[in-house]
């Protein structure tokens, strides 16, 4: 195969498109623009909210509340790569801190912070909001501009050079002068009757400044002259390239000042201007001074020296930053930062960052507490996409988010209630005596849920180890997964004490106390998953129970005599879903009265409309069959082709109902066969 790089670039890539993104045109070229679409005008906030809000919401109910999940935490741009899964209440509050800033209310003026635990997501939203601003300044949705000094003579004004961008990217209307901007704003908004009104804040920058004076003097004043002398352009945000998107990490103290935030001398430049103190001399290059227009990101940032944090107060509340030998520089960018637990309780207990408690707002960012969206994360990471070459058996990566959940849950105060049936509440499960509203007050008596527990990336790290380690077994299943997380478990950096260890092996024998169940059920299912024979079963049980219920005889079927209702039948289903003598009458009342609903409803009854009989029906059936096929002897090195046939049945229906391949489909079998040889049984 080969391929004609000429033929395939003009097939595949628009010169259009290059010359839509990089449009440039004059002053009054740019005024049309805002004139007709006052939104490139828009503020960082507000084309952050925006932004976000461009992909879309969707709304669902949790515990009688409507939660709104934003779609742009899918993460589109990259088909989900930096997806935020199960915490969508805390991403609400983000996104009303962006809208609340959007609209003026005062968060523009304060320091957003993401606080979590390790592996929570916190730079995962913070990675997301980067990528999602540079793409979105691509899109005519997002689009902004910004300008550059134009002199094809190469004035002196310019240093010589025939060109002199904007250094911090700039708004193009803070050219206005102050005189006479709020005529020119009110003119703008007269026929402007979008969702934000045009504003113009702050001046130009100091290098900036100093062009339009020197101008003005050269041209005695006249504005329109200068305006000759400035072009408008389209500004593509990248952070790889440093134009408005910053990112800022503490490093060694000794090799680190301020200026890495504010900008610093270029000292090669004052032979050209000849003063330190000439605003062209300077590089605005400090993380603030990139960041304008777009949003600056400090990593781990309550480690910051108290030298870079007064530099963030004044950018924060006052939206301006003081370059070194110049005067307050105003910019218009969101700061982000990010912190763990203990950082903040530093911050907390340090009476000297008073200032900057007061100019942050906290957004809580915690683990997941929803075992459906935990498994979400790393079935996104380990599917048969990523691992074309090892099978991933059923239940493997739900057990790894079931002990992950187990160790962040809060221990229940009701006595009644286990981590294990906590977890199940909080995934949406019902349980006898537990509705919404109990959920609802299990949720917030727990103050420090999702605070503290194992990270998933520490189980990403130990389902790669095992995939490394078991990489010719061809499947992948939930033993090998429970083995390297316990024995990883010795050497987490994380465990602070025997008590926490202990804890967190004993939720792992939890998770595999509840696997052995799942496992035994899927068997099970597989054994009794003959509906002929459920429903020939549930009829008859149905029978009897109306019999009972309605103190009348039921006519043998094979003797063709009256009798009473078979207690010892009944009681066989009835006790294989824990229902005792004191509430048997109770439950078949229940069933009789749902059947009569639904025939005035026109309606009939089928077994699988009610879950509990659902599964009393199929527990009661594999119990009548299991004998039938000998599952002891499948651990037995001698089974008969009789045997061996209804196995070889057993398996395909695990593979083609349950998702298991041929080795594991054997392993369970193996497994479950195990149990039964020890003499334990089935349970619900």
């Not at 997501?121 to 913070?126: E, F, G, N, T």
């Amino acid at each position: 195969m080969s391929i004609n790089i000429q033929n395939f670039i003009e097939e595949n890539y628009s010169r259009e498109d290059f010359s839509h993104l990089h449009w440039s045109g004059t002053f009054q070229e740019y005024v049309d623009l805002v004139i007709k679409n006052p939104h490139i005008s828009r503020n960082s906030f507000q084309r952050v909210h925006d932004m976000i809000m461009s992909y879309g919401t969707s709304t669902y109910t949790e515990y009688k509340k409507e939660i709104t999940r934003y779609h742009f935490f899918d993460d589109p741009i990259e088909d989900g790569k930096d997806a935020i899964f199960g915490i969508d209440v805390h991403l609400m509050k983000l996104v009303n801190f962006f809208k609340s800033a959007a609209q003026g209310y005062g968060t523009e003026k304060r320091v957003l912070l993401l606080h979590g635990p390790v592996g929570s997501a916190k730079s995962s939203i913070s990675r997301l909001l980067k990528k999602g601003l540079e793409h979105y300044s691509r899109t005519d949705e997002g689009a902004l501009y910004t300008y550059e000094w134009v002199d094809e003579e190469g004035s002196e004004i310019l240093g010589g050079a025939k060109i002199f961008p904007s250094p911090m990217h700039e708004e193009p209307l803070k050219m206005i002068p102050l005189s006479v901007r709020k005529q020119f704003v009110d003119d703008l908004n007269k026929n402007h009757d979008g969702k934000y009104k045009i504003k113009i804040k702050g001046e130009v920058n100091p290098a900036c400044r100093f062009i339009i004076n020197e101008y003005m003097e050269k041209y005695d004043g006249d504005w329109n002259k200068v305006m000759k002398h400035i072009r408008v352009k389209r500004l593509l945000l990248s952070e790889k390239d440093r134009i408005g998107i910053g990112t800022f990490q503490p490093k060694d103290e000794k090799n680190q000042d301020s200026t890495e935030l504010t900008g610093d001398i270029n000292y090669r430049k004052i032979a050209i201007y000849g003063s330190d103190s000439d605003p062209r001399a300077f590089n605005f290059d400090g993380e603030f001074n990139i960041a304008n227009r777009g949003i600056v990101e400090f990593i781990e940032m309550l480690k910051l020296d108290v030298a870079f944090l007064y530099d963030l107060l004044g950018a924060s509340q006052e939206q301006s930053i003081k370059p070194k030998k110049f005067s307050q520089t105003d910019i218009d960018e969101v700061i982000l930062g990010h912190t763990n637990e203990p950082e903040f309780r530093k911050l907390q207990s340090n009476e000297f960052m008073e200032a900057l408690r007061d100019r942050t707002v906290k957004i809580d960012v915690p683990y997941i507490t929803r075992l459906d969206q935990e498994i979400r994360i790393y079935k996104k990471d380990f599917n048969s996409n990523s691992i074309p070459h090892m099978h991933i058996a059923p239940h493997t990566l739900d057990m790894a988010s079931m002990w992950a959940i187990l160790t962040r849950l809060e221990e229940p105060k009701k006595a009644d209630l286990t981590k294990l049936q906590k977890l199940k509440l909080y995934n949406g499960k019902t349980l006898p005596g537990y509705n919404e509203d109990n959920v609802k007050e299990l949720r917030k008596e727990a103050n420090r849920e999702g605070l503290d527990g194992i990270s998933p990336r520490y189980i990403q790290d130990k389902i790669s180890n095992a995939l490394v380690k078991n990489a010719n077994a061809g499947c992948l299943n939930p033993f090998m997964i429970f083995n390297e997380l316990e024995s990883g478990l010795k050497h987490h950096a994380l465990i602070n004490s025997p008590e926490q260890l202990d804890h967190y092996r004993e939720m792992l024998a939890v998770a595999r106390q509840e696997y052995e169940d799942i496992v035994k059920n899927d068997v099970q299912k597989a054994i009794s998953v003959d509906e002929t024979a459920i429903q020939t079963l549930c009829a008859n049980y149905i029978d009897n129970v109306k019999a009972y219920t309605q103190k009348e005889k039921i006519r043998n079927r094979y003797s063709g005599k009256l009798e009473d209702a078979d207690e010892r039948f009944m009681r066989s289903i009835e006790e294989k879903i824990d229902i005792p003598e004191s509430r048997k009458d109770d439950f078949r009342r229940e069933i009789m009265n749902y059947i009569g609903a639904l025939a005035v409803e026109g309606k009939q009854f089928d077994y699988k409309m009610n879950e509990r009989l659902h599964r009393a029906l199929e527990l009661k059936l594999f119990e009548d069959q299991k004998d039938s096929i000998k599952l002891t002897t499948i651990i037995s090195n001698v089974v008969d082709k009789q045997t061996q046939e209804k196995i070889d049945v057993i398996k395909s229906r695990l593979m083609k109902n349950f998702d298991y391949c041929e080795i594991c489909a054997t392993d369970a079998l193996n497994f479950v066969a195990s149990i039964f040889a020890k003499g334990d049984s089935i349970k619900s």
